[in-house]
């Protein structure tokens, strides 16, 4: 966990980096009952608590968690870099043949027994084991797993709305007090458990922490706290 002198130099840094939040746009564009408008036509009822939390938490999931350096950590970005620090060499025949094998077996362990996974790994234990090993030599995250991961962080997300939020957030015109100078607090405890390294994240039956798949990536990046100060101011 942060400790409280960390927690503090990130507020200072999203609020040394946010600039002052300013709209030409009328203010009818974000009255209520537009708002309510828009979730009508795509089938949400805005005024229900619990429509209300699940499409906050995918909102804030999505730029909190998703649209961060975690593309990099998805798409083995590390991996690239590995071998781009190997200078002229990165680039011989021999050097891409090799790494094209190395790709190529860790993907076919991965999906060894994909086809037959309810039988000979349930809970995908295994499985989930030959990603971390994956993940201490640079490689990806399978899509299907990433998309998992994706589902156990919204749960997460959700439950600190759900503690967080007043049951008064779905009145009309109800506001949340908070200074517009920083970041709600609901949404700091969101970016404050996203940087937590013993975070638990469900891949089937397997439950492993956030850390040993993600290592010492920031997930949490200014600019994800940055944005989602502007959707909730």
């Known amino acids: 966990m942060a400790t409280s002198k960390q927690r503090k130099a990130r507020r200072q840094q999203a609020r040394r980096r946010t600039p002052a939040a300013t709209s030409m746009l009328p203010d009818s564009l974000h009255s209520d009952d537009q708002w309510l408008a828009w979730g009508r036509d795509r089938g949400l009822d805005l ?22 350096v975690l593309e990099d950590v998805h798409a083995g970005v590390q991996r690239a870099e590995r071998l781009g620090r ?7 025949t021999a050097v891409a043949a090799a790494e094209n094998r190395a790709r ?3 993907r076919d362990a991965l999906d060894a027994n994909l086809e037959v996974l309810d039988d000979v790994d349930p809970d995908e234990q295994s499985r989930i084991g030959v990603l971390l090993q994956g993940r201490k030599l640079g490689f990806g995250i399978p899509d299907d797993i ?3 991961l994706n589902i156990s962080t919204a749960r997460d997300v ?3 709305l759900d ?3 007043p049951d008064s957030v779905t009145a009309p015109g109800a506001e949340l007090a908070y200074d517009r100078r920083e970041v709600p607090a609901h949404v700091w405890m969101i970016v404050e458990a996203l940087h937590d390294p013993d975070r638990e994240l469900t891949v089937g039956g397997t439950r492993v922490a956030a850390g040993r798949i993600l290592g010492d990536s920031p997930v949490v990046a200014a600019g994800g706290a940055r944005a989602a100060w502007r959707v909730a101011g």
Do not use: F, K, Y
Request: glycine content about 10%; aromatic content about 2%.
């Open 47 to 68: 005024t229900d608590r619990e429509q209300l939390l699940d499409g906050a938490c995918v909102g804030l999931s999505v730029l909190c968690w998703r649209n961060t």
């Open 86 to 92: 190997r200078g002229p060499d990165g680039d011989d």
């Open 104 to 106: 190529r077996a860790h």
């Open 146 to 148: 990433m998309m998992r």
């Open 158 to 160: 959700r439950a600190i």
């Open 163 to 165: 503690a967080a939020l």
